[in-house]
């Protein structure tokens, strides 16, 4: 398994801009989750999915962000607009039910 | 509320040196607890998890759960070593994840 595959690595957009983060899970895992990491708030837990179906989504920070996941093997974020304070790195995780999670590689999203 | 306190943002020791990073944890059930580790620009990795009890890379973490502690131990610390280090726990039925702030440990030659 190539393990939890983000899309794309860095990002660089315009202020006001349509970002889509993708993320593609561990065959089997059924808990998918997205986390947000900067140097002044650390890593937060955006939303999360068991499923395919959104648990809680209490860590989107604005009606900007949203997130979807259509089917077991593909979840996206978008943020429309962007801002300059939405600038982070973007995690992806997965997990099996009690076995831990697995982090992609994250992007690296700055708005300008 | 379920919270995971890391109180050093930045632990500074040379290399041989003993390392603790201390990780506190408020629960109301049965935690389970998590270290994770991320080098430097890379993707966050599971170090251990206490239900393991297992040695990772030299490193070692007991759950203490009358001082609500599971800090990270190594009695020798590497140059290799030098990355920043996130205390997790579990919370409730669905498996969500909850991070402290992390730790930062450098280790100097």
């Known amino acids: 398994d190539a393990g939890v595959i983000q899309s794309p690595r860095h990002e660089v957009t315009e202020m006001g801009q349509e970002v889509t983060l993708r993320c593609k899970p561990i065959?089997?895992?059924?808990?998918l989750f997205w986390y947000r990491q900067t140097m002044m708030r650390g890593l937060e837990l955006l939303i999360y999915?068991?499923?395919?179906?959104?648990?809680?989504d209490s860590g989107m920070p604005e009606d900007r962000f949203s997130a979807k996941m259509p089917n077991a093997s593909f979840s996206t974020l978008k943020i429309q607009p962007s801002e300059p304070r939405d600038s982070a790195v973007y995690f992806c995780?997965?997990?099996?039910?009690?076995?831990?999670?697995?982090f992609g590689s994250g992007t690296r999203l700055t708005v300008v | 509320a379920q919270r995971v306190t890391q109180p050093e943002k930045l632990l500074s020791v040379f290399k041989g040196a003993p390392v603790e990073l201390k990780c506190n944890y408020s629960y109301s059930g049965s935690p389970e607890l998590f270290w994770y580790v991320q080098y430097s620009r890379q993707r966050l990795q599971l170090l251990l998890r206490?239900?393991s009890r297992e040695s990772i890379k030299g490193f070692t973490a007991d759950l203490n759960k009358g001082e609500t502690s599971f800090h990270l131990k190594k009695p020798f610390a590497q140059e290799e070593d030098s990355a920043m280090y996130y205390c997790a726990l579990i919370s409730g039925g669905y498996n969500k994840l909850i991070f402290g702030a992390g730790t930062r440990l450098a280790v100097h030659p």
């Open positions: 065959s089997g895992h059924d808990y």
């Open positions: 999915f068991n499923n395919n179906v959104p648990i809680d």
């Open positions: 206490h239900i």
């Open positions: 995780a997965s997990s099996l039910r009690d076995y831990g999670y697995t």
